[in-house]
């Protein structure tokens, strides 16, 4: 049996790091090629899995390896209080842009135009996949695949698409982007081929995205309120979507 601290630190610069029991139990979900799993408490791992994810606990018992703590420690810089951590392989570019370029869509692609946070970002890769978005798409310097990012969207990278592109590739679809002097999104259907773009957190638009943009909608908010934070934006936009268009129940 290979010896998985040498696989671990071998893949490591090419992989993607599942850091934690729920990262590693929506990848495993979502077909994610794991090639590495270790933990410091394998019997802890496979009890957590029975007890909140049996359907992957088999899997599980397959994949985890125990190693000693300071192995550990020195394989996973900031290890999740839950000790299992494991390395993936990332989709390709390629099947991810098929997959966003698929016509006719469903579901919704969100677009970050030039996020800044990373957590934020992760949080809505979360917020898209259990609402069955088609993807989610960065642009600008964020990678949406950063360890931090990952970690903030609990392995659910693995169940919609996640890219970075330019405005000028962005899949075809109408654009409604929004933006406070947008119409209330109250009065608007997202019809299930949109692209939901959002401002970066310091600065809004990008005047790239604004000229793409078909549509500009607002969300409702009290006067003096300057704003939402990015994925509570999100989600009430996609839930709005859910509510008024073709979304499965």
């Known amino acids: ?11 490591c610069g090419d992989s993607v790091l599942l850091d934690g029991f729920h990262a590693l139990k929506h990848a495993v979900r979502f077909g994610a090629r794991i090639q590495v799993a270790v933990t410091t408490d394998r019997p802890a791992v496979l009890e957590l899995a029975a007890e909140l994810a049996p359907d992957v606990r088999a899997a599980l018992d397959e994949l985890v390896t125990e190693v000693p703590e300071p192995a550990f420690t020195a394989l996973v810089p900031r290890p999740h209080p839950t000790s299992v951590a494991a390395l ?3 989709p390709s570019r390629a099947a991810n842009l098929e997959t966003l370029a698929r016509a006719p869509r469903t579901a919704p692609v969100v677009v970050l135009d030039d996020p800044r946070n990373l957590g934020n970002a992760g949080a809505v890769i979360r917020l898209a996949a259990g609402f069955g978005a088609t993807g989610v ?12 990012v990952v970690r903030g969207g609990a392995g659910l990278h693995y169940a919609t698409a996640v890219e970075r592109l330019s405005v000028d590739e962005l899949p075809a679809g109408p654009v409604f982007a929004l933006d406070p002097e947008g119409e209330d999104i109250r009065g608007t259907k997202l019809p299930d081929d949109a692209l939901l773009a959002f401002g970066s957190e310091r600065s809004g638009l990008s005047a790239e995205l604004r000229s793409r943009a078909d549509h500009l909608v607002s969300l409702p908010m009290r ?27």
Request: no cysteine; aromatic share 10%; proline share 9%.
């Open 137 to 148: 798409v960065t642009t600008g310097t964020l990678d949406p695949w950063h360890p931090t």
């Open 1 to 11: 049996m290979n010896d998985p601290v040498r696989v671990w630190r071998r893949l």
């Open 223 to 249: 006067p003096q309120v300057s704003s939402y934070n990015l994925a509570t934006s999100v989600a009430m936009t996609l839930f709005h979507w859910s509510a008024t268009g073709d979304a499965p129940a």
């Open 88 to 90: 993936a392989v990332r």
